[in-house]
């Protein structure tokens, strides 16, 4: 299965764009990039996904690399509520099914 | 529209029994997938169920087995509980089939939190 790297950790200032960096260099053509995130272990909410181009919807930016090897996750105004574990997730497919296969997340905390 | 609702939220064991967990999918979903997730980690997916059959798994042992029923709804059953059983598992409902731009929308429930002592 396709595999991500996410840093363990990162921090931000509220108010601030968060940038979020993926490495996904295993994924194959038709694999979609998913981002979740997770708060106090909750279920993961969805924030975005895509296959090649960039995408933007009003929670998040995401940005794939030509290569597709790597993606960014933008939060332009980072809050508080922010503040949660945020995974980078390959949509891995098989004949008659899909699987979604989560990375060990970033841990972001946004500061006032 | 509901989303995706999972009961009960936790639930403690004792090793070597028998575990139901259940899971009610969002409207308009027909498939669902369980997940388990272990402390400090991500979720790894145990297997999916489409048209009340199971019809992908992951690395899990057959002690873990589900149902699908006709409205859509899930159990995950796990058989003689070990210790690493304890995690959150977590239920996500989606629509099978091939959407616009190829969009598979997961909605994730909250979770049951299973501890096996």
């Known amino acids: 299965d396709a595999k991500t790297t996410q840093p363990p950790s990162m921090d931000c200032a509220e108010g601030r764009a968060a940038n979020l960096p993926c490495n996904h260099s295993t994924i194959s053509g038709n694999e979609y990039v998913y981002w979740y995130r997770q708060i106090h272990s909750q279920g993961p909410q969805y924030i975005i996904h895509g296959l090649k181009n960039n995408e933007t919807n009003e929670m998040a930016s995401l940005i794939i690399t030509e290569d597709r090897k790597s993606s960014t996750l933008i939060l332009p105004h980072a809050t508080l509520r922010d503040t949660a574990v945020y995974y980078c997730?390959?949509?891995?497919?098989?004949?008659?099914?899909?699987?979604?296969?989560f990375g060990t997340g970033t841990r972001l905390l946004v500061s006032p | 529209e509901t989303g995706v609702t999972q009961s009960p939220t936790h639930l403690i064991k004792t090793r070597g029994q028998q575990v139901t967990l259940r899971c009610s999918s969002q409207?308009?979903?027909?498939?669902v997938s369980w997940y388990q997730q272990a402390l400090g980690q991500g979720p790894q997916f145990i297997f999916q169920?489409?048209?009340?059959?199971?019809?992908g798994r992951g690395n899990f042992p057959p002690r873990f087995s589900g149902l699908q029923f006709p409205n859509y709804s899930s159990e995950l059953n796990v058989n003689a509980l070990e210790l690493d059983d304890s995690a959150l598992y977590l239920c996500a409902s989606s629509s099978h089939g091939t959407l616009p731009g190829g969009n598979y929308g997961y909605t994730f429930g909250s979770g049951t939190r299973l501890t096996v002592v």
């Open positions: 997730i390959v949509r891995v497919a098989y004949t008659g099914f899909q699987k979604l296969v």
């Open positions: 409207s308009g979903h027909n498939t």
């Open positions: 169920y489409y048209r009340e059959e199971e019809n």
